[in-house]
């Protein structure tokens, strides 16, 4: 019904607005105790980037971003993967070195709040995190140049805590193809192939958002562990390259892989995206921009990219999004492969998210509007977090038996 009214795209139905927006995002207790018993698993959170930032403390309310405990607590969000991330274009030992400063920085975050965070490597140490009623933290490192072409890197990672490693970021890397970049390689090299049969040998968990369809591809066919695509969204519903077309969806399903859907609204809504981009020149022109006038500074960063969002939003340059488009593309990729293939990959803390998913306290609405729909409590729990969970353990599955026979 809100969906219905917003193509009416006209501030004179305001009130009207009002009472459809509260209705659709009002939660039952039906929907609270579900989502408040199940594990709630993003896969997918800019956070790590905070803790370099002055004002930041993820132990309080902060007025900004979209995660920190309190907020955590209040959406029901009891996993979390921290993103290791630095800009693309950073190779070889500086790379490593960053990534490590941030590797740092989660476990020291963790060690601060241990009575609220706790480093978890496997499926079975979230559901024991669960059980303490603790919050899950994981870490993914978003890119593949951030083990400086060098594997040994790549276990090190995965010792440190690393679960999943994203093949390449917005640019290609030494070894991998991006969406976002002219290709380079055909998908993967061959040292890109012996990446991905290292990442199944450690037990870190191959992610092929951000990549070339043919990386995808190349990865899938490698991979002997199902992939997961730890945020992106639907072609189908939004044509983005960072998203994935229906044949990708349906070839990581049928491998026992799955998509975590990201919130980004330029990424879950076709006109946001086609308005953004004549505003913007895509999100790598924009991404080009901010740095030339930010340079490393991430507050400086996502503060300008809000702050021009914003004011554009405002002028009636870009239309709004209702956060109801995550659940279009959760059904979507439902509808297609069955609730056994999607997830949660919010992207919190790294892009705009849309009306009514201002920050992790609204999850529990996704939970409402997937019951609305009729889906059942079962599947509704695998959505929310079970269905990564097992990716994660035939991911450690995988690793055994890799490891046993050698
Ligand atoms: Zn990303």
Same mark, same amino acid.
Not at 337 to 363: I, K, T, Y
């Given at each position: 019904?809100?969906?219905?009214?917003?193509?009416?795209?006209?501030? @004179?139905?305001?009130?009207?607005?009002?009472?459809?927006?509260?209705?659709? =995002?009002?939660? +039952?207790?039906?929907?609270?105790?579900?989502?408040?018993?199940?594990?709630?698993?993003?896969?997918?959170?800019?956070?790590?980037?905070?803790?370099?930032?002055?004002?930041?403390?993820?132990?309080?309310? #902060?007025?900004?971003?979209? $995660?920190?405990?309190?907020?955590?607590?209040?959406?029901?969000? #009891?996993?979390?993967?921290? +993103?290791?991330?630095?800009?693309?274009?950073?190779?070889?030992?500086?790379?490593?070195?960053?990534?490590?400063?941030?590797?740092? @920085?989660?476990?020291?975050?963790?060690?601060?709040?241990?009575?609220?965070?706790?480093?978890?490597?496997?499926?079975?140490?979230?559901?024991?995190?669960?059980?303490?009623?603790?919050?899950?933290?994981?870490?993914?490192?978003?890119?593949?140049?951030?083990?400086?072409?060098?594997?040994?890197?790549?276990?090190?990672?995965? =010792?440190?805590?690393?679960?999943?490693?994203?093949?390449?970021?917005?640019?290609?890397?030494?070894? @991998? =193809?991006?969406?976002?970049?002219?290709?380079a390689h055909n998908g993967l090299t061959d040292f890109g192939k012996d990446i991905v049969r290292e990442m199944n040998r450690q !037990?870190?968990?191959?992610?092929?958002?951000?990549?070339?369809?043919?990386?995808?591809?190349?990865?899938?066919?490698?991979?002997?562990?199902?992939?997961?695509?730890?945020? +992106?969204?639907?072609?189908?519903?939004? #044509?983005?390259?960072? =998203?994935?077309?229906?044949?990708?969806?349906?070839?990581?399903?049928?491998?026992?892989?799955?998509?975590?859907?990201?919130?980004?609204? *330029?990424?879950?809504?076709?006109?946001?995206?086609?308005?953004? /981009?004549?505003?913007?020149?895509?999100?790598?022109?924009?991404?080009?921009?901010?740095?030339?006038?930010?340079?490393?500074?991430?507050?400086?960063?996502?503060?300008?990219?809000?702050?021009?969002?914003?004011?554009?939003?405002?002028? !009636?340059?870009?239309?709004?999004?209702?956060?109801?488009?995550?659940?279009?593309?959760?059904?979507?990729?439902?509808?297609?492969?069955?609730?056994?293939?999607?997830?949660?990959?919010?992207?919190?803390?790294?892009?705009?998210?849309?009306?009514?998913?201002?920050?992790?306290?609204?999850?529990?609405?996704?939970? /409402?509007?997937?019951?609305?729909?009729?889906?059942? /409590?079962?599947?509704?729990?695998? $959505?929310?977090?079970?269905?990564?969970?097992?990716?994660? /353990?035939? +991911?450690?599955?995988? *690793?055994?038996?890799?490891?046993?026979?050698?």
């Amino acid at each position: 019904m809100v969906r219905a009214i917003l193509s009416l795209g006209a501030c @004179a139905v305001a009130g009207v607005l009002l009472v459809g927006a509260m209705k659709a =995002d009002s939660v +039952s207790d039906k929907a609270r105790s579900l989502h408040f018993s199940s594990i709630v698993l993003d896969t997918h959170d800019d956070t790590t980037q905070r803790f370099f930032t002055k004002d930041f403390d993820i132990g309080k309310r #902060n007025p900004g971003g979209h $995660i920190d405990i309190p907020r955590m607590r209040e959406g029901g969000m #009891n996993a979390i993967f921290f +993103s290791i991330w630095i800009d693309g274009r950073i190779m070889g030992p500086p790379a490593v070195q960053k990534a490590l400063d941030q590797i740092d @920085a989660v476990h020291e975050n963790v060690r601060k709040y241990s009575k609220d965070l706790v480093v978890c490597r496997t499926a079975a140490e979230v559901r024991a995190a669960r059980k303490q009623g603790k919050i899950a933290a994981l870490m993914g490192v978003e890119g593949g140049h951030m083990i400086g072409n060098d594997i040994r890197v790549l276990r090190m990672f995965g =010792d440190l805590g690393v679960r999943y490693i994203t093949l390449s970021h917005f640019y290609n890397d030494e070894w @991998a =193809d991006s969406s976002t970049d002219k290709p380079a390689h055909n998908g993967l090299t061959d040292f890109g192939k012996d990446i991905v049969r290292e990442m199944n040998r450690q !037990g870190i968990m191959v992610d092929i958002s951000h990549v070339s369809d043919k990386t995808f591809y190349d990865a899938l066919e490698v991979s002997k562990a199902p992939l997961i695509a730890s945020h +992106s969204s639907c072609r189908a519903l939004c #044509n983005h390259p960072r =998203d994935m077309s229906d044949d990708m969806i349906k070839a990581l399903a049928a491998k026992g892989g799955v998509i975590q859907i990201n919130y980004e609204k *330029s990424f879950i809504d076709q006109a946001y995206k086609d308005a953004s /981009e004549k505003l913007s020149g895509g999100v790598v022109a924009m991404f080009d921009q901010l740095k030339k006038e930010c340079a490393d500074d991430q507050e400086c960063f996502g503060r300008k990219m809000a702050e021009q969002e914003k004011l554009a939003t405002a002028e !009636g340059k870009l239309p709004h999004v209702s956060w109801e488009r995550i659940v279009d593309h959760i059904d979507h990729v439902v509808k297609l492969v069955g609730p056994e293939h999607v997830g949660l990959g919010s992207d919190f803390d790294g892009a705009s998210m849309p009306d009514g998913m201002e920050d992790c306290s609204r999850l529990p609405k996704i939970t /409402e509007a997937l019951l609305r729909k009729g889906y059942k /409590e079962d599947d509704i729990r695998k $959505i929310l977090g079970g269905n990564t969970l097992r990716v994660m /353990e035939q +991911s450690e599955k995988v *690793s055994k038996e890799m490891l046993a026979v050698q």
